[in-house]
């Protein structure tokens, strides 16, 4: 790709956001970030980083001024008890900087838009069971998705179809499924799962208690940042418009995660379970059938390498925080 080729990441202060623009500037494109604040744990990459609240539409126009193509990760958005206890802030904020970024990128006659999505869109009904068949791009209707935090997701993919079909804007979607990494959120309430639970071990005397919320039988599938740029890249350059799966189709139960995070850290580790912490839906995991139909790949990282990444970052983190303890167990809520 060109130099010449200038683009957009919306959320480049974020985990995502930060990590697609050193992939992107790395393939040769100018890249403009942009959000509300800077990467936190190191200089971002972008040719041009502008700190904007994307809430507002002025905002939106300089951002998405003069470039070919808009990545579109900004949004208000956490772990599950983030998500579970701000919808109005959720729904409120994600919406008013989605709907006016691609109106500013329709307007300032951008040749294409990436939306980022959610798997939280899909059905409720279809996640009640730990031992859930894996979700498929056209099951997201009849639809029932994530009080909040879903339905902004699902009301934009929407959006972004009748901008394509309306507009011409040439528009893609994917669905994130379960994103994790180095240089991401691992306190402070917004963390996911992985993040949360290297955090308590880390933490942790070898033989202490981390408590995990819910009874730790709920399911997920975990993919690795470096695998979720790479398909967020294909993405773009195809020639797909529909919503498209992006996440390992690996499923295990929290409990396990915290086994498999114990091993890496060389740790025995005990679980007290909290039931009356959010836990999210039962089971999800993510059908790639079409991601490798259309894309002709699929995600490469195993869990095991990189929660041993994401561990080792975490783990130096808190040692230059100076926050790792002498002893007595550790029960921290995230």
Same mark, same amino acid.
């Given at each position: 790709?060109?130099? @010449?080729?200038?683009? =957009?990441?919306?959320?480049?202060?974020? %985990?995502?956001?930060?990590?697609?623009? @050193?992939?992107?500037? &790395? @393939?040769?494109?100018?890249v403009r970030g942009v959000d509300i604040k800077e990467p936190e744990y190191e200089a971002t990459a972008a040719h041009e980083f502008l700190v904007l609240d994307l809430k507002y539409w002025e905002n939106c126009q300089k951002a998405t001024a003069g470039v070919d193509? =808009?990545?579109?990760?900004? &949004? $208000?958005?956490?772990g599950i008890g983030f998500i579970e206890s701000n919808k109005g802030l959720i729904v409120r904020d994600s919406t008013l900087i989605n709907i006016h970024t691609i109106e500013a990128a329709r *307007?300032?006659?951008? @040749?294409?838009?990436? %939306?980022?999505?959610? &798997?939280?869109?899909? !059905?409720?009904?279809?996640? +009640? /069971? #730990? /031992? =859930?068949? #894996?979700? +498929? *791009?056209? *099951?997201?209707? #009849?639809?029932? !998705?994530e009080d909040g935090y879903g339905w902004e997701k699902l009301y934009m993919e929407r959006v972004c179809r009748?901008?394509?079909? /309306?507009?011409?804007?040439?528009?893609?979607? =994917?669905? %994130?499924? $379960?994103i994790f990494g180095p240089l991401g959120t691992y306190d402070g309430g917004r963390e996911k799962s992985p993040a949360a639970i290297s955090r308590k071990i880390s933490l942790a005397n070898d033989g202490d208690i981390i408590e995990v919320w819910g009874d730790g039988n709920q399911t997920r599938s975990y993919c690795y940042i470096d695998d979720c740029v790479e398909g967020i890249y294909r993405l773009m350059r195809s020639d797909f418009h529909e919503p498209l799966n992006l996440g390992q189709d690996r499923m295990?139960?929290? $409990?396990?995660?915290v086994d498999v995070?114990?091993?890496?850290?060389g740790k025995t580790i005990y679980r007290s379970h909290d039931l009356t912490k959010p836990q999210g839906v039962r089971g999800r995991n993510s059908d790639n059938t079409l991601l490798r139909k259309v894309l002709g790949w699929e995600p490469q990282m195993s869990l095991e390498d990189g929660l041993a990444i994401t561990y080792k970052w975490i783990d130096g983190q808190l040692e230059k925080k100076g926050a790792k303890k002498k002893s007595a167990p550790v029960e921290t809520n995230a």
């Amino acid at each position: 790709m060109s130099e @010449k080729t200038r683009v =957009v990441v919306t959320g480049a202060g974020g %985990f995502i956001g930060h990590h697609l623009v @050193k992939y992107l500037v &790395a @393939k040769g494109y100018w890249v403009r970030g942009v959000d509300i604040k800077e990467p936190e744990y190191e200089a971002t990459a972008a040719h041009e980083f502008l700190v904007l609240d994307l809430k507002y539409w002025e905002n939106c126009q300089k951002a998405t001024a003069g470039v070919d193509e =808009v990545y579109a990760l900004a &949004a $208000n958005m956490g772990g599950i008890g983030f998500i579970e206890s701000n919808k109005g802030l959720i729904v409120r904020d994600s919406t008013l900087i989605n709907i006016h970024t691609i109106e500013a990128a329709r *307007e300032n006659k951008c @040749k294409r838009f990436l %939306f980022t999505s959610s &798997a939280c869109i899909y !059905p409720g009904y279809r996640q +009640k /069971d #730990p /031992d =859930v068949i #894996p979700l +498929k *791009e056209e *099951e997201a209707y #009849p639809a029932d !998705p994530e009080d909040g935090y879903g339905w902004e997701k699902l009301y934009m993919e929407r959006v972004c179809r009748h901008y394509r079909e /309306d507009f011409g804007l040439d528009t893609r979607i =994917v669905r %994130f499924h $379960n994103i994790f990494g180095p240089l991401g959120t691992y306190d402070g309430g917004r963390e996911k799962s992985p993040a949360a639970i290297s955090r308590k071990i880390s933490l942790a005397n070898d033989g202490d208690i981390i408590e995990v919320w819910g009874d730790g039988n709920q399911t997920r599938s975990y993919c690795y940042i470096d695998d979720c740029v790479e398909g967020i890249y294909r993405l773009m350059r195809s020639d797909f418009h529909e919503p498209l799966n992006l996440g390992q189709d690996r499923m295990l139960s929290i $409990n396990e995660l915290v086994d498999v995070v114990a091993k890496i850290a060389g740790k025995t580790i005990y679980r007290s379970h909290d039931l009356t912490k959010p836990q999210g839906v039962r089971g999800r995991n993510s059908d790639n059938t079409l991601l490798r139909k259309v894309l002709g790949w699929e995600p490469q990282m195993s869990l095991e390498d990189g929660l041993a990444i994401t561990y080792k970052w975490i783990d130096g983190q808190l040692e230059k925080k100076g926050a790792k303890k002498k002893s007595a167990p550790v029960e921290t809520n995230a």
